[in-house]
């Protein structure tokens, strides 16, 4: 946790799963930050408004201040359910946000919808407002945006609106065979191979249908050809991102692309669409979802 700033204009909240960052913000940017593993998944419905104020209570005052929050908080199992948004529409509406009832007479909590799509069925939290926060840095934005994760996702964007998006399990399908699966007593420790990636990658691509024999053939050659632990788990990631491309290739061939994530993730997806001749930009996480809650306070503010 940073040093408490002496004061705020207003708190943003990025509430996943697993865990929970906060950052105090003023008109020029972070004064703070915070973080916990006080994820959705961890709490009880009574125990978000104390699971936040362990963070951001240091920098509360006697005035009320103004909380806007995105992701797993506002799903049905959160704090307080935020009802999905249909597309197409803008990723974010202030008019949508859901004001939250909370205790302590200090914060007005206030949490971001996902967005829904009625066929194929999917939903999103919390990505929606990456990409707000991109469309917001990239304002002239038309194409695809890749946000990879646990469940990755791709989103056509038009005229400043989500038309359509599709998850992929992939980062959840990674963990589970890489450390659950009979795969993981061959993929233990760190370490990286490009040239496995890049070789799981275009098999997957050009024979998805295989996945299955190629997913048990990193256990065979572990046992019996020598197979590090090293390649073995990047030819396990390229064979998953390989058929993730493989399904998404509607949505990013012929189409300019850029990239929501981590540095590490967004640099192995970029590598990946490089191979196919796609040149895609790459968008911090945390810039974009800090832009993101930022367009919502600013209309708040001026209530």
Request: hydrophobic share 50%.
């Amino acid at each position: 946790m940073t040093p408490a700033p002496t004061s705020i204009d207003w708190i943003a909240v990025d509430w996943g799963t697993s865990n929970l960052r906060v950052w105090a913000m003023d008109a020029g940017g972070i004064l703070a930050e915070a973080q916990s593993d006080d994820g959705m998944g961890k709490l009880a419905r009574d125990g978000f408004e104390a699971a936040l104020l362990r963070l951001i209570a240091p920098w509360l005052g006697d005035r009320v201040t103004p909380v806007v929050a995105c992701g797993m908080v506002g799903s049905r199992q959160g704090w307080h359910e935020a009802p999905y948004r249909a597309v197409p529409c803008t990723p974010l509406d202030r008019a949508a946000l859901v004001a939250v009832p909370t205790t302590d007479a200090r914060i007005r909590m206030m949490i971001a919808p996902g967005l829904k799509q009625a066929n194929p069925a999917d939903v999103m939290r919390g990505e929606e407002t990456q990409i707000a926060g991109a469309l917001a840095l990239h304002p002239a934005f038309d194409g695809v945006l890749c946000l990879p994760g646990t469940h990755a996702k791709w989103a056509q964007i038009s005229a400043g609106e989500v038309v359509s998006f599709q998850t992929f399990m992939t980062g959840e399908m990674f963990a589970l065979l890489s450390t659950q699966s009979v795969l993981r007593h061959g993929m233990q420790g760190d370490g990286w191979d490009d040239a496995a990636f890049d070789a799981a990658l275009s098999d997957a691509l050009s024979r998805p249908e295989k996945i299955a024999a190629r997913l048990f053939g990193l256990r065979a050659e572990g046992l019996i050809a020598g197979l590090t632990p090293q390649a073995a788990k990047s030819r396990l990631s390229g064979l998953l991102i390989g058929i993730e491309l493989a399904a998404a290739r509607p949505y990013w061939l012929g189409q300019a692309v850029s990239i929501i994530g981590t540095e590490a993730l967004a640099t192995s997806y970029a590598r990946a669409l490089a191979m196919q001749g796609v040149t895609a930009r790459l968008l911090p996480a945390t810039a974009c979802t800090l832009a993101g809650l930022a367009s919502l306070y600013q209309p708040m503010a001026a209530q």
